[in-house]
């Protein structure tokens, strides 16, 4: 049974940063065809894509969000990160990891944590 | 503005039928690119409800489908059940904006 568990501070103050952590069980960072993301859903809103990472570092990013995220892995705890620089009360949001399942046709999210919201506030 | 198009809501008595529509563009259903759907529950993680535009995961019951025709996609839902009450989202990959892209969502009443 894979799962995914979300960590990190439920408060943000403005120009502040955000930094989330993503615990992986029942699935290795390496399997084939896998990457790691972040998605987000803001207040009664849709979900937005935030950018992933592979097993080897390497990431992609959301260009509207690109200058100001990095994303990493820690192999040795199964774990991968986010880091959003200069937040502000936009980026109130539900954060969520997910993984990212590649195959020819396409890809798609097949298992998501929980989510944990997070709010940019003074 | 989401780029893929869902209906904000869509409701049916148990028993019955529902489809959520969700409408593209050239540069990403239209474009090949196959339809996911995710069905999100308060406080729980979103499931992965269809991928592969057709295809049910394990666990998803089969009056759930999903097909796929030129820019736009469509979930129905069979045998309404009061469990089926959710939000539902399309997703796709868009090659013009280089992104992975959701509907807006819908969310689905059993009256």
């Known amino acids: 049974q894979v799962q995914l568990q979300e960590s990190g501070p439920g408060l943000v103050k403005p120009s502040q940063t955000l930094s989330l952590g993503c615990s992986v069980s029942g699935a290795s960072l390496s399997s084939d065809g896998s990457s790691w993301s972040w998605i987000r859903q803001h207040p009664g809103k849709g979900l937005e894509w935030i950018g992933h990472?592979?097993?080897?570092?390497?990431?992609y990013y959301n260009p509207s969000l690109k200058s100001r995220v990095i994303m990493a892995i820690d192999r040795s705890k199964n774990q991968f990160s986010l880091i959003l620089n200069s937040v502000t009360a936009a980026d109130t949001a539900v954060y969520y990891c997910a993984r990212l399942y590649d195959y020819v046709g396409g890809s798609y999210f097949d298992y998501w944590g929980q989510g944990t919201l997070v709010t940019v506030s003074s | 503005q989401s780029v893929l198009t869902q209906p904000p809501s869509v409701s049916g008595a148990p028993g019955q039928r529902v489809t959520i529509s969700c409408t593209g563009s050239a540069s990403n259903i239209g474009a090949g690119y196959d339809v996911h759907w995710y069905q999100l529950l308060p406080g729980t993680a979103p499931k992965l409800f269809i991928f592969g535009n057709t295809y049910r995961p394990s666990g998803v019951p089969d009056r759930v489908s999903g097909s796929k025709s030129g820019t736009s996609a469509s979930l129905a839902i069979t045998g309404l059940q009061a469990e089926d009450a959710a939000d539902y989202y399309c997703q796709s990959y868009d090659s013009s904006l280089g992104i992975w892209v959701f509907g807006g969502g819908t969310k689905l009443t059993v009256l």
């Open positions: 990472i592979y097993y080897s570092g390497s990431t």
